[in-house]
Antibody
Framework: QVQLQESGPGLVKPSQTLSLTCTVSGGSISSGDYYWSWIRQPPGKGLEWIGY???????YYNPSLKSRVTISVDTSKNQFSLKLSSVTAADTAVYYC?????????????WGQGTLVTVSS | EIVLTQSPGTLSLSPGERATLSCRAS???????LAWYQQKPGQAPRLLIYGASSRATGIPDRFSGSGSGTDFTLTISRLEPEDFAVYYCQQYGSSLTFGPGTKVDIK
């Protein structure tokens, strides 16, 4: 059973960089059948896709966030990470990591429990 | 960017009733790239349907998906108490977007 677990600071100051890590267990991030993704959800609002990474390091980002986002992978640790720069209060959200099946379909079948990141001074 | 619109925003029904949730896209979406999720308070979303009509592993057969092009539907044939939740559709085209969600609550 694949499990994903987010970790990182719960509080980030405005203008700083948000950094989160997702640790994958029960399966290899290098399996090649999946992409690995970050998705966020502001309190009381809907879901927003941030981006994908493949184990090889290929990335796809949401165009609306692309200038501020970096997703990286560490296959030796079975982890992938998110960095979001120049954060503001609008970046306050629950951040989820998830496994994505793509192609031939496109969906997220396993999710972490989510971690709340608050941007505040 | 393809924008997804979900209707209604809230659906108030009783257990045992049928729920019909709509997801409309601003441009045509490949059926292979349309998925539905259920989210309960304080939990991560759960995959229900992928490829517009294929049930994910372990999903009861009271959940079904249909549609093509710009119009997709999630149907819950008979609502169980655990089905009251928020439902999101998701598409992948040139980018990936989610709909705003439909809340199914108890009447």
């Amino acid at each position: 059973q694949v499990q994903l677990q987010e970790s990182g600071p719960g509080l980030v100051k405005p203008s700083q960089t948000l950094s989160l890590t997702c640790t994958v267990s029960g399966g290899s991030i290098s399996s090649g059948d999946y992409y690995w993704s970050w998705i966020r959800q502001p309190p009381g609002k809907g879901l927003e896709w941030i981006g994908y990474i493949y184990y090889s390091g290929s990335t796809y980002y949401n165009p609306s966030l692309k200038s501020r986002v970096t997703i990286s992978v560490d296959t030796s640790k079975n982890q992938f990470s998110l960095k979001l720069s120049s954060v503001t209060a609008a970046d306050t959200a629950v951040y989820y990591c998830a496994r994505a099946r793509w192609p031939p379909f496109n969906y997220f079948d396993y999710w972490g429990q989510g971690t709340l990141v608050t941007v505040s001074s | 960017e393809i924008v997804l619109t979900q209707s209604p925003g809230t659906l108030s029904l009783s257990p045992g009733e049928r729920a019909t949730l709509s997801c409309r896209a601003s441009q045509s979406v490949s059926s292979s790239y349309l998925a539905w999720y259920q989210q309960k308070p304080g939990q991560a979303p759960r995959l229900l349907i992928y490829g517009a009509s294929s049930r994910a592993t372990g999903i009861p057969d009271r959940f079904s998906g249909s549609g093509s092009g710009t119009d997709f539907t999630l149907t819950i044939s008979r609502l169980e108490p655990e089905d009251f939740a928020v439902y999101y559709c998701q598409q992948y085209g040139s980018s990936l977007t989610f709909g705003p969600g439909t809340k199914v609550d108890i009447k």
